[in-house]
């Protein structure tokens, strides 16, 4: 959805304020792509920061459909994002105006803007819980459901000419 701020951008102490449903229903990325299960509207205050700027306040919650990433359990992971950036008129050279979802015409994107929004803010590692396990490296059981019995003995490499003499039952 586009939102016009050329209003805003030029008159000054103008505030606008809107609610926005969010119409995206997967979020897609270098890490994958993760359906969209719940989302808030988008709640946003546009206020005049100067000629030709704008702040852009506000905030959505959304629900992801992701994995763990140690024992690959499904589950959901939610993000409570909340903003505050300050976005200027561009031309057609500068490159950011596409990276804050604002076009040329002085409209925001808010699709873009809330994309944009989740990639800062995604989470480094997603754990089912903060003591899990993960999987077992030998036979792929979840370790949180339980031990597998596996070897997972993992020799030093350093040791690794020395082991060589003792398996060849050389004399040291």
Do not use: Y
């Not at 561009?90 to 944009?116: I, K, P, R, Y």
């Not at 370790?143 to 003995?153: A, E, I, P, V």
């Not at 490499?157 to 082991?163: L, N």
């Amino acid at each position: 959805m586009l939102i016009n701020l050329s209003n805003v951008l030029t008159s000054e102490g103008m505030q606008m304020t809107r609610e926005i449903p969010l119409e995206m229903r997967c979020f897609e990325s270098r890490m994958g792509s993760f359906a969209v299960t719940d989302a808030s509207c988008v709640s946003l205050v546009i206020t005049n920061a100067g000629p030709g700027k704008a702040r852009i306040e506000g905030g959505v919650k959304l629900t992801f459909r992701t994995n763990c990433d140690r024992c690959l359990t499904e589950m959901s992971t939610v993000l409570d994002l909340h903003f505050d950036r300050i976005v200027a008129v561009m031309t057609a050279e500068d490159e950011e105006a596409d990276e804050l979802g604002l076009t040329e015409e002085s409209q925001l994107d808010v699709e873009t803007f809330v994309h944009n929004e989740i990639l800062v803010n995604w989470p480094a590692k997603i754990l089912c819980r903060e003591d899990c396990r993960g999987i077992c490296p030998v036979c792929g059981q979840d370790l949180n459901q339980g031990s597998c019995g596996c070897d997972t003995f993992v020799p030093d490499p350093r040791m690794a000419v020395i082991q060589d003499i003792f398996n060849k039952k050389k004399e040291v």
